[in-house]
């Protein structure tokens, strides 16, 4: 049995999708989630476990051979709430265990970094068979703003000409999958589309495909946190955003040794294809 943790968010569900797609018979599949209500659209068992709460992990685990760890989207004490889940797993007798982290968690100087060096290290030292899972940047966390970035004619950030090795949430999806079903996966795949780009570029393609002209304004790292603050978010998010694009600037979401397109068997998702989905929603 396999059991997916975070089924309810984008990466959960594309999770459970690909592996009912695969062929995994719906009664070999658990979504883990703090709401089992909001699971039941998903065609497969549902049981509670909630990061935070460590009492309700054993049961969600019960009877499992492997465990995704789709990692905790909440900036408080994130390695501790991974702690807990892979200690329930291996107490629950679970063999596998895969866990999305970050692209070169152990040596990448983003803010995100140390929370998912800490889990992963301590994944390893559990006992338990493990992949990492080490994912890029998502081309969704920049798309999902194309209304945005069109009525104003502007994307804005802090990244410079920094590369971004871009891939969809669907494409790392298709990576867990796989790794789910393999046989004897490896411990650590650096994860990343096939081809970086730019925010120049990703604001030439919106003007590509709408004939809307927009173009790329750096603010830099500052300048960018306080125009994410004074358009209402959260410090802490505008912390991390402004972080990463720094982070982008000194090429650390930058990478081209194919792991992905491998893993899945295909080429990942490209900028163009990446913008003209999010465009048609």
């Known amino acids: 049995m396999i059991v997916v943790t975070a089924a309810t968010g984008h990466l959960g569900r594309l999770v459970i999708k690909g592996l009912l797609d695969a062929g995994v018979p719906a009664g070999d599949i658990v979504a883990a989630v703090r709401n089992p209500e909001k699971a039941t659209d998903l065609g497969v068992a549902t049981r509670l476990a909630?990061?935070?709460r460590p009492e309700t992990l054993a049961a969600a685990f019960e009877g499992a051979s492997k465990v995704?760890?789709?990692?905790?989207?909440?900036?408080?004490?994130r390695p501790g709430q991974h702690a807990a889940v892979a200690d329930a797993a291996k107490a629950a007798g679970v063999e596998f265990l895969a866990y999305t982290?970050?692209?070169?968690?152990?040596?990448?100087?983003?803010?995100?970094?140390?929370?998912?060096k800490a889990s992963e290290e301590h994944i390893a030292a559990s006992?338990?068979?493990?992949?990492?899972?080490?994912?890029?940047?998502?081309?969704?966390?920049?798309?999902?703003?194309?209304?945005?970035?069109?009525?104003?004619?502007?994307?804005?950030?802090?990244?410079?000409?920094?590369?971004?090795?871009?891939?969809?949430?669907?494409?790392?999806?298709?990576?867990?999958?796989?790794?789910?079903?393999?046989?004897?996966?490896?411990?650590?795949?650096e994860l990343a589309g096939d081809n970086g780009f730019t925010l120049s570029e990703l604001a030439a393609e919106y003007t590509a495909q709408t004939g809307t002209p927009v173009s790329y304004q750096d603010l830099g790292q500052d300048g960018y946190q306080a125009a994410l603050l004074g358009a209402g978010l959260p410090e802490f998010v505008a912390n991390l955003l402004s972080d990463a694009d720094?982070?982008?600037?000194?090429?650390?979401?930058?990478?081209?040794?194919?792991?992905?397109?491998?893993?899945?068997?295909r080429p990942t998702t490209t900028l163009t294809e990446a913008v003209a989905a999010a465009l048609a929603k």
Do not use: C, M
């Open 50 to 52: 909630d990061y935070t």
């Open 68 to 77: 995704l760890l789709i990692s905790s989207s909440t900036h408080v004490d």
């Open 101 to 116: 982290s970050l692209l070169r968690a152990d040596t990448n100087t983003v803010g995100l970094a140390p929370d998912h």
């Open 127 to 189: 006992g338990l068979r493990y992949t990492f899972l080490r994912n890029g940047w998502y081309f969704e966390n920049y798309t999902q703003n194309a209304a945005q970035s069109l009525a104003g004619g502007a994307v804005y950030g802090a990244a410079l000409d920094g590369k971004i090795s871009g891939a969809t949430r669907a494409d790392y999806a298709a990576a867990a999958v796989a790794v789910l079903l393999a046989e004897d996966p490896a411990e650590v795949y």
């Open 246 to 265: 720094a982070a982008v600037s000194r090429g650390e979401l930058q990478y081209d040794g194919g792991d992905l397109a491998k893993l899945i068997g």
